[in-house]
């Protein structure tokens, strides 16, 4: 389950770049990159959260 977890800064980040860059160009691609990547972050940390949590 962690491992679906691993690709989630990749793809929010290159779904972020891309949406930043529809939004506001090359200004707004790299800010949507860096939202996507700590979101990601974010989402994979909650996985291992939870899965620490069910594994008890």
Do not use: N, Q
Not at 4 to 19: E, R
Request: overall charge neutral.
């Amino acid at each position: 389950m962690i491992a679906i977890g691993c690709l989630a800064p990749l793809i929010l980040a290159v779904a972020g770049i891309i949406g930043g860059h529809l939004v506001a160009g090359s200004d707004g691609a790299l800010w949507g990159g860096g939202i996507g990547v700590v979101a990601g972050g974010v989402i994979l940390g909650a996985f291992g959260w939870l899965a620490g949590r069910l594994k008890e």
